[in-house]
């Protein structure tokens, strides 16, 4: 039987932390989901779509493996995504003990809905600190986000100043 997870999150946009993730669980999985789902929390910058396109071209720029699919979700629960298509691991990054306190009543709220399990990695520490809302906020401000995000993002949103 595949093993299917899937790599959930805003990706507004990708970021070289995100990608480090998604390449790391690809290696983990025969079949490996990136889900980029609306967070009504956070004040988007670009539409799913774009997020959506942008990640697809970060993977083939980076000759990610070719077991990667990206995709979008926003008709329910993330377990639901998961149940439909028979993924039972959620894989997110860990980069601090704020993540940590972030990510844990969602893990256990996914596995109590569906039984659906979380794993964490690290990230590589060269990305520890890089965030899509830093690169929003950078990138809203005229500033070079090219060491924090794939060329493809940094080339979109210069092209879109
Ligand atoms: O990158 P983010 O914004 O931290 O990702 C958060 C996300 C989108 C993964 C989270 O908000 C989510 O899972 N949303 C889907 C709605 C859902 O299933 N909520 C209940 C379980 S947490």
Not at 50 to 67: C, F
Not at 76 to 93: E, F, I, N, P, R
Not at 116 to 133: G, N, R
Request: hydrophobic share 45%; with cysteine.
């Amino acid at each position: 039987m595949s093993r299917i997870a899937v790599v959930p999150g805003s990706f507004d946009p990708v970021t070289l932390g995100h990608l480090d993730v998604i390449e790391r669980a690809a290696g983990l999985f025969d079949e490996l989901h990136v889900l980029v789902v609306h967070n009504p929390a956070k004040t988007a910058l670009l539409p799913i779509a774009q997020r959506v396109s942008l990640i697809q071209e970060a993977v083939v720029e980076a000759s990610m493996p070719g077991n990667i699919t990206v995709t979008s979700w926003s008709v329910g629960l993330l377990v639901d995504y998961c149940t439909d298509v028979g993924a039972s691991v959620l894989v997110k990054g860990i980069r601090s003990q704020v993540d940590v306190a972030y990510e844990t009543p969602m893990a256990i709220v996914n596995r109590n809905l569906a039984g659906v399990e979380t794993i964490f990695l690290l990230p590589d520490p060269a990305h520890a600190h890089v965030s899509s809302s830093l690169v929003r906020q950078v990138a809203g401000l005229g500033g070079d986000v090219s060491p924090y995000v794939p060329r493809v993002v940094s080339a979109f949103l210069q092209s879109n100043d």
